[in-house]
């Protein structure tokens, strides 16, 4: 069996595969890394003569997928060239000036809560560093950070998943929301047996719909849906307009809905299970200097309350 030697892999080889992996597509690797298609696909063809291995698997109508040995070598890869970026803003001098470009994930409902005074702060402290944007529910975030797509991500502890690593931020309480003209509206607090006849309208986000109705579930009502939608707005709007009540963990300061409705948020009397809001990252790949100075302005703006 042929013997094989380091110098065999290239970084830029690494680079093209872990890009493509991170789209699942060639094509959309070689935009985002300002190169013809056939540059990627010569290195990556390339790698997999080296390694003596199949990384993807070309699916037509779904474009490419990761064999066994390419998901192996995707965190190992990424491991490396993290530690060759940092090894080089050493070198330079330049550890403590973070620039680049951070590709950062974020629970959709969560971002217009977190993002907007994340991101005036990283332009404060780190003006060279760019940060992009993804939005997603917890099943593609989760995706988005596996497949290398994004470094971190800003999220709900739902569960602990394998491979990821959760930096606490703060805890969200769950409360009730209700039209400003609910006979229940002027309450300090409500107890949710008071809503066991009332119909509820459900944010059905994947793990948050599980969430709010299990929260119903474990008070011992059997949750009477009239409406779900994806949309936080949506929701608010619906309840504004006497359509229901929902449950929901983030308070906007403005109590007015997009149409103009009124709402009262009122906080859960007894035990209702908060949510952790937390900076995600793949647990095994080493974070770069981006990704630990973005973690350590969260926690430093959000480490106690949003607000």
Known sequence: MARLHSADMTLVQLRYFVT???YRSMTEASVDLHVAQSAVSTAIAQLERSLGVQLFVRQR???????????????DAQSLLAQVEE????????HHQVRGTLRLA???TLAPFVLPRLISRVEQEHPDLRIEIIEADMEGTTELLLSGAVEGGIVYDFGRVHDL????????????????DHPLADRAEIALADLAESELVLLDLPHSREYFLGILEDAGIAPRVRYSSHSYETVRSLVARGHGYSILNQVPLAATTYDGGALRALPIAGEAPPLEVCFARVARVRPTARTRAVAA????????DPR
């Open 20 to 22: 493509a992996a991170s």
């Open 61 to 75: 109508s779904k474009g490419l997928a990761l064999t066994e040995a390419g998901e192996q070598l995707l965190h």
């Open 87 to 94: 090894m080089a803003d050493t070198v330079r001098g330049r």
């Open 106 to 108: 974020c629970f959709v």
């Open 165 to 180: 690593a959760f930096d606490p931020l703060f805890s969200a309480a769950p409360h009730v929301i209700l039209a400003a």
């Open 297 to 304: 302005l969260a926690r430093e703006l959000f480490g106690t």
